[in-house]
């Protein structure tokens, strides 16, 4: 059984930097695709970065330069560091899992094609 697990939210001042984290278990297969969403109340889930098996990354336009989503092999962890915060990075972030590449169809993968989900980590940022 495939189980994702977030930790390192929290709440920060704008400029300042949080790493979040995915533990993975259950997931052996070489091919699959990771990504970070992020929601807010009443909204659906944004992409904010995603990572595929061949190293392949994407990143909302939103956090490119600031963002960098990484993933430790070894521990099976994915990881999220995030720089100079602002305001609106505000939100529930989520790691996701799924099997086959990142892009379809010359897109990033959306949060309804994905099949694992954690239970979401708080990223609260005050200016």
């Known amino acids: 059984q495939v189980h994702l697990v977030e930790s390192g939210g929290g709440s920060v001042q704008a400029g300042e930097s949080l790493t979040l984290s995915c533990a993975v278990s259950?997931?052996?297969?070489?091919?699959?695709?990771m990504g970070w969403f992020r929601q807010l109340p009443g909204q659906e889930r944004m992409g904010v970065a995603g990572l595929g098996s061949d190293g392949g990354a994407f990143y909302a336009d939103s956090v490119k330069g600031r963002f960098t989503i990484s993933r430790d092999h070894n521990k099976n962890i994915l990881y999220l560091q995030m720089n100079r915060l602002k305001p609106e990075d505000t939100g529930l972030y989520y790691c996701?899992?799924?099997?086959?590449?990142?892009?379809?169809?010359?897109?990033?993968?959306?949060?309804?094609?994905?099949?694992?989900w954690g239970q979401g980590t708080q990223v609260t940022v005050s200016s």
């Open positions: 996701a899992l799924d099997g086959g590449p990142l892009w379809v169809a010359s897109r990033p993968r959306g949060p309804h094609e994905y099949n694992w």
């Open positions: 259950g997931w052996y297969y070489e091919n699959f695709c």
